[in-house]
């Protein structure tokens, strides 16, 4: 392996981006792909496929056996909303093997103390996310139920192309923010993408049972999407 | 997160590199059967057998080392084979009864 590309390899995945690391297995000659690059005939098409379904693997094209090591970026959490399901979504998504951030403009409720350990940010949300921007390997969990602190990162998340988007809230005030979201310019099918009342149906009543909710939530809409193969 | 950050093999590699080290990547390019990582998955070796990630459950990682060590040395990388059908494997098979094939290469 080249050294520059393990250099490349390495900042294209700091920066979240989706590349493949192509290996010539006959001479052992590689490359770094990112998505999006052009690459011709049955060799192109297989890459495209593999940046689908995110699966690594040999592949026979131009007489030639090469191996494709596909990087796609780990999956995030995002949490707007420093509040009790907040601590223990954090914990379990963490041993789950994501990476969590957590916003809340509210300093009282985004302190060190209550979230020890967690990347935290007490921050409006459409500041915080200005450095980092939500992405097609991202969740929005919107757990505040304040308008003024929710609304804006839950359009971003539309926009973004979030593989789970979820808005705590009542039916009662999810009516009244889809109606806030229509205002923003989001078609009804994009709308109907948020998960409201959040997370999967199991009865949860705590705020750690509603975190386990969210969670599994968050997963399924994660594997299933790449047994779909749908696009990033 | 930062544990996983220190243990991603890449990042090591480009570390290890950036001491001054010899490093050797192995990845499994292939598995059948029951196999305890899947395909892509890193071990980054350096000239003196210091290593991180895995390509198994513990089984293979001591022969893969040890070719590391040669393909550090001739700079020719091998495609290595292991499994419960295969010579080797009363050696360094693997338990859970699988075949893996590991792509061994130098860095540099």
Redesign the interface.
Known sequence: ???FL??K??TE?AARHAVIHL?D?GD?RDRVIREGDPVAGPLGEAIAAAFRSG????VEAEARQF?L??HLP?ARIVIIGAVHISQALAKMA?IAGF?VTIIDPRTAFATEERFAGIDLVADWPEDALKTRPLDAYTALVAVTHDPKIDDVPLSQALTAGCFYVGALGSRKTHAKRVERLTALGHSEADIAKISAPIGLDIGAASPAEIAVAILADTVAHLRRRSLRGAAP | ?DA?ETLDP??I??RW?DDGRMVA?A?V??TWGSAPR???SHLVIDGEGNFHGSVSGGCVEGAVIGEAMEVITDGE?R?LEFGVADETAWRVGLSCGGRIRV?V????
């Open positions: 392996m080249d050294p393990l250099r390899l390495n995945r290996t297995l052992g699966k690594s693997g040999l191996f090591n596909v780990p963490e990476d | 997160m996983n890449l990042t590699a480009e590199m990547l990845t390019v292939e899947p395909v892509g990388p495609m792509y290469e130098r860095v540099g």
